[in-house]
RNA sequence: CGGGGCGUAGCGCAGUCUGGUUAGCGCACUUGACUGGGGGUCAAGGGGCCGGAAGUUCGAAUCUUCUCGCCCCGACCA
């Protein structure tokens, strides 16, 4: 790790050599420390990483309600009983509880554990409120805080406690749970490459991989700008598990009893890590406008005439008030200081744009700009500069997916030598590598251990990832598809 | 829990090996002036139980022992 000192650390001094380094670089000095803080492993989130975080909120509450989804709250404490109630689920979760012993200053007859996710305290009151097939399907949703204690964290990509969404839906049929479950990854999917302008993978969690609980765990893999592989959202098919171990039952048309198929999905403010980890450089953030708090920053160029320096301040506010009309968030910044310090303040913050006036450019009637994705600044006419800065932010929204996606595109391979794999997945450089694979536990574990690389995904149709049968590249066992290898955070 | 590193001003560090007046530097902060088209200049300021405890010594940020905390790499995990 680079230190820095003396004079040099109030600049951002970047151009790391290793991506180490570089999320080193991106967690000190622009990108995430600018949207998060830690404290013993739990994440503080400062204001303008809550506003993305909001942002993210709003869309994605907005669509979970136009499918028929509602909001609802259940205890962050959970009886320890309920936690064990299925036995893969509290497997997977035990060693990652917090536990709550002592309240009141008495030790509780029985802990309660701080939910590390609803399932278990959901499926106790959906066997209460679960009693025909007309009350299914449930389709609820519960924004909250989840706490899980892992041994090491890293901030927003895994934080011991984080905010998230998670869906809870109850169906009739195995069938009507499926569609559920892939309705919500593509949703997941099309919100990631949409709005958080990240391209992801949509796929199936391997055995070893999948939800503890679950029957089949789904998936969306984004890959972040130092090639390794961040999980950001899942979409779980937990069969009848939990209907089981909860007694979640109702009577169908045919006056039988029968276990309710359930699914749960979430993502969780790691799709913030995500979204720096994807856009943000050696300058510090860069935030799709679609996600992004601030669109536009305008920035004065005063002199000493007075009367200069009122007509600028007047020219910015009214575009300041333009701007702010039409869609586009914008701020003036009339504050004492030399424009070049707020120049680069805003561009640590990810603003989208920067909108600089003087005397000089009113007289042309112009504007300077500069949009945070680019290198260059240009001269823009003031007259329709409102319409240009729309298309701007679309634009930028469209060449941040462009570039993240070509990036992705760029650090993948297909791999048919075992020895290859190895070697590339022990080098520093991280990839994404299609290959074969026998389907097995075992040849998983094997790669694990050789090299530490995991399966992020299987792959689902349609994505142009799926080139046939061929042969796993460890066994050489007959393999229905490539699957996607890579380190992962 | 293993391996490595670090605790000195709000932030980042030097000083520690080789003990010696009042503990330094950059940034940030305060006040004022000049400035202003990419991180300004000058002047004057404020801010420290040198992580904690015990010890060695005439004298400890510096040496010894213990202790607490943090960071990175692994193991775990998404």
Same mark, same amino acid.
């Given at each position: 790790?680079?230190?820095?000192?003396?004079?040099?650390?109030?600049?951002?001094?970047?151009?790391?050599?290793?991506?180490?380094?570089?999320?080193?670089?991106?967690?000190?000095?622009?990108?995430?420390?600018? /949207?998060?803080?830690?404290?013993?492993?739990?994440?503080?989130?400062?204001?303008?990483?809550?506003?993305?975080?909001? #942002?993210?909120?709003?869309?994605?509450?907005?669509?979970?309600?136009?499918?028929?989804?509602?909001?609802?709250?259940?205890?962050?404490?959970?009886?320890?009983?309920?936690?064990?109630?299925?036995?893969?689920?509290?497997?997977?979760?035990?060693?990652?509880?917090?536990?709550?012993? /002592?309240?009141?200053?008495?030790?509780?007859?029985?802990?309660?554990?701080?939910?590390?996710?609803?399932?278990?305290?959901?499926?106790?009151?959906?066997?209460?409120?679960?009693?025909?097939?007309?009350?299914?399907?449930?389709?609820? #949703?519960?924004?909250?805080?989840?706490?899980?204690?892992?041994?090491?964290?890293?901030?927003?990509?895994?934080?011991?406690?984080?905010?998230?969404?998670?869906?809870?839906?109850?169906?009739?049929?195995?069938?009507?749970?499926?569609?559920?479950?892939?309705?919500?990854?593509?949703?997941?999917?099309?919100?990631?490459?949409?709005?958080?302008?990240?391209?992801?993978?949509?796929?199936?969690?391997?055995?070893?991989?999948?939800?503890?609980?679950?029957?089949?765990?789904?998936?969306?893999?984004?890959?972040?700008?130092?090639?390794?592989?961040?999980?950001?959202?899942?979409?779980?098919?937990?069969?009848?598990?939990?209907?089981?171990?909860? *007694?979640?039952?109702?009577?169908?048309?045919?006056?039988?009893?029968?276990?309710?198929?359930?699914?749960?999905?979430?993502?969780?403010?790691?799709?913030?890590?995500?979204?720096?980890?994807?856009?943000?450089?050696?300058?510090?953030?860069?935030?799709?406008?679609?996600?992004?708090?601030?669109?536009?920053?305008?920035?004065?160029?005063?002199?000493?005439?007075?009367?200069?320096?009122?007509?600028?301040?007047?020219?910015?506010?009214?575009?300041?008030?333009?701007?702010?009309?039409?869609?586009?968030?914008?701020?003036?910044?009339?504050?004492?200081?030399?424009?070049?310090?707020?120049?680069?303040?805003?561009?640590?913050?990810? /603003?989208?744009?920067?909108?600089?006036?003087?005397?000089?450019?009113?007289?042309?009637?112009?504007?300077?700009?500069?949009?945070?994705?680019?290198?260059?600044?240009?001269?823009?006419?003031?007259?329709?500069?409102?319409?240009?800065?729309?298309?701007?932010?679309?634009?930028?929204?469209?060449?941040?997916?462009?570039?993240?996606?070509?990036?992705?595109?760029?650090?993948?391979?297909?791999?048919?030598?075992?020895?290859?794999?190895?070697?590339?997945?022990?080098?520093?450089?991280?990839?994404?590598?299609?290959?074969?694979?026998?389907?097995?536990?075992?040849?998983?574990?094997?790669?694990?251990?050789?090299?530490?690389?995991?399966?992020?995904?299987?792959?689902?149709?349609?994505?142009?990832? *799926?080139?046939?049968?061929? /042969?796993?590249?460890?066994?050489?066992?007959?393999?229905?598809?490539?699957?996607?290898?890579?380190?992962?955070?």
């Amino acid at each position: 790790m680079n230190k820095k000192s003396g004079a040099d650390l109030s600049r951002i001094t970047p151009r790391s050599t290793s991506y180490a380094d570089w999320y080193q670089d991106i967690v000190r000095e622009g990108g995430l420390a600018e /949207v998060a803080g830690i404290v013993k492993g739990c994440m503080v989130i400062k204001p303008n990483g809550y506003a993305i975080w909001e #942002n993210i909120q709003r869309e994605l509450d907005r669509q979970f309600k136009a499918t028929g989804h509602v909001n609802a709250y259940f205890p962050m404490l959970i009886p320890e009983s309920f936690i064990k109630k299925e036995a893969e689920h509290v497997e997977g979760f035990s060693p990652e509880l917090a536990v709550v012993t /002592v309240a009141g200053g008495e030790q509780l007859e029985e802990p309660y554990v701080i939910r590390p996710t609803s399932e278990t305290v959901i499926g106790h009151f959906y066997s209460q409120w679960i009693q025909s097939w007309r009350d299914l399907p449930l389709l609820i #949703n519960q924004w909250a805080n989840v706490m899980r204690w892992e041994l090491r964290t890293r901030m927003f990509l895994r934080t011991s406690e984080f905010l998230w969404q998670e869906g809870h839906t109850a169906h009739a049929t195995h069938d009507e749970a499926q569609e559920e479950v892939l309705r919500i990854l593509n949703l997941y999917g099309d919100f990631a490459e949409e709005w958080m302008a990240m391209p992801v993978i949509r796929g199936k969690k391997s055995e070893t991989e999948k939800f503890a609980g679950a029957d089949a765990s789904y998936t969306i893999e984004a890959m972040m700008q130092d090639g390794k592989a961040l999980q950001a959202g899942t979409s779980h098919d937990l069969g009848q598990n939990f209907g089981k171990a909860f *007694d979640v039952k109702f009577q169908n048309k045919d006056g039988d009893l029968e276990y309710v198929w359930q699914t749960s999905w979430g993502v969780s403010t790691r799709l913030i890590g995500g979204l720096v980890m994807t856009h943000s450089d050696d300058d510090g953030l860069i935030i799709p406008p679609k996600l992004a708090p601030q669109h536009a920053i305008i920035v004065p160029f005063y002199r000493k005439n007075e009367e200069e320096n009122n007509a600028v301040k007047a020219a910015c506010e009214k575009l300041e008030q333009d701007l702010n009309a039409n869609g586009v968030i914008a701020k003036f910044d009339g504050r004492d200081g030399r424009p070049g310090a707020k120049f680069y303040e805003n561009e640590r913050k990810g /603003v989208c744009m920067r909108i600089g006036i003087g005397p000089r450019d009113l007289k042309n009637e112009v504007v300077e700009y500069k949009r945070r994705d680019q290198e260059n600044k240009q001269s823009v006419s003031m007259n329709g500069f409102v319409d240009f800065a729309k298309a701007e932010l679309a634009s930028m929204q469209s060449s941040l997916f462009e570039a993240a996606k070509k990036r992705r595109e760029e650090n993948t391979l297909h791999l048919d030598s075992y020895d290859e794999f190895v070697e590339l997945m022990k080098s520093d450089e991280n990839k994404f590598v299609l290959a074969h694979w026998d389907g097995t536990k075992e040849t998983e574990a094997k790669v694990k251990q050789d090299c530490g690389a995991t399966i992020r995904c299987i792959p689902l149709a349609g994505q142009g990832f *799926d080139d046939g049968e061929g /042969v796993c590249l460890v066994t050489g066992n007959p393999s229905q598809q490539r699957v996607v290898w890579a380190k992962a955070y």
